[in-house]
């Protein structure tokens, strides 16, 4: 039996709980409340003075948090809604290389760090065409790309991809080059990996190795290991975060290959082509994009190269593209308009 005083403080123990805490809270609220950060959704320079950085949601930048390197002067930081606007006191280089540090906050308080790369802005980006490449590549014919200079400008920054900017496997940034119309450029997706392979950027008779040209600029993927044979995407861009220029969609499956990723049988693939249809860098004949869409590598090999017509033409579909005889490939030159006829 409890001790008569000890059942007596029971009482006024629970009035002085309920009194000391006030108001009970309503937990509800406490739930809906705001309690994930601002989701960090990329960087961008507009102009050689400005660098924006943009969320999912309206924030703020976390003073003395935010750094450049290598190092750019800044001179002030606003907030635009979804957006930090970096003001700087110098011109970005073009093409470099920026990494940025910063920690931004939304309304309730709840905060991000992110760690980004961005790129120096180019003001004169040339109009470049994916124009002819290999992805069946032999011994002595890795594969290869070729870009075709349909206006002037500078290269610095431009970025190829394997598969699209935000769906690769491979990538390439290529070094400034002033480059006029009818220039060429080869990405040696494949090097052996020696000294003569050299990345031109003023002379275009200076690099050796496999398919080397003395009449385009020959760049090298480094540690690149080829594209792939069958079923892939490349596209070209302004930079590696920038807006596309230029892509293509190669592929020997159909809508039936696959019972997944929409008869592509990958879903990184699938994820680029759809990144290119959306971005208006490809066609596709329905609502979705299709192998199909693709053009077919098939009768393509180390010296039937995949090619557009000699006036590079483009309208963004299939037919752009035919395979050239054996031995008709032109990396560095105009193409052949010739077509291969199997036997």
């Known amino acids: 039996m409890a001790h008569p005083r000890r059942r007596a403080a029971i009482p006024a123990l629970l009035l002085t709980l309920v009194a000391g805490c ?31 950085l943009t969320f999912d949601e309206a ?45 931004a906050e939304d309304r309730s308080r709840n905060s991000i760090t992110l760690l980004c790369h961005l790129y120096g802005f180019n003001p004169d980006v040339p109009r470049v065409l994916i124009n002819e490449f290999t992805t069946r590549g032999a011994d002595a014919h890795p594969d290869l790309v070729e870009l075709f200079v349909a206006g002037s400008g500078n290269t610095a920054g431009l970025c190829i991809f394997e598969g699209s900017r935000d769906h690769w496997q491979e990538r390439f940034i290529l070094p400034a080059i002033l480059v006029k119309e009818g220039d060429y450029l080869l990405v040696h997706w494949k090097p052996q990996g020696i000294p003569a392979e050299v990345n031109e950027t003023a002379v275009t008779s200076l690099s050796g190795g496999y398919d080397a040209s003395a009449t385009a600029y020959d760049l090298w993927v480094s540690g690149g290991d080829g594209l792939g044979g069958n079923n892939g995407v490349l596209a070209l861009y302004a930079s590696p975060t920038g807006r596309l220029l230029d892509a293509v969609l190669y592929s020997n499956r159909t809508s039936a290959s696959d019972t997944t990723y929409d008869g592509f049988g990958s879903r990184e693939v699938l994820l680029a082509a759809t990144q290119i249809v959306e971005e208006a860098g490809w066609r596709c004949a329905g609502a979705r994009v299709a192998p199909e869409d693709a053009v077919n590598p098939d009768p393509s090999t180390a010296t039937r190269s995949i090619c557009r017509s000699s006036r590079s033409g483009d309208t963004d579909i299939a037919a752009d593209w035919h395979v050239v005889p054996t031995k008709g490939s032109t990396f560095g030159g105009a193409n052949l308009d010739e077509v291969y006829l199997p036997p």
Do not use: M, W
Not at 30 to 44: K, N, S
Not at 62 to 67: C, I, K
């Open 59 to 103: 924030v703020h930048a976390v003073e003395g948090t935010l750094s450049i390197a290598p190092q750019l002067p800044i001179e002030g930081v606003s907030s635009e809604g979804t957006r930090i606007v970096v003001a700087l006191a110098a011109d970005q280089a073009v093409g470099r290389q920026y990494t940025i540090e910063a920690a």
């Open 22 to 52: 006030g108001p009970i809270p309503d937990y509800r609220l406490l739930a809906e409340a705001d309690r994930a950060p601002p989701v960090f959704l990329g960087a961008e320079s507009p102009d050689r003075r400005t660098i924006v």
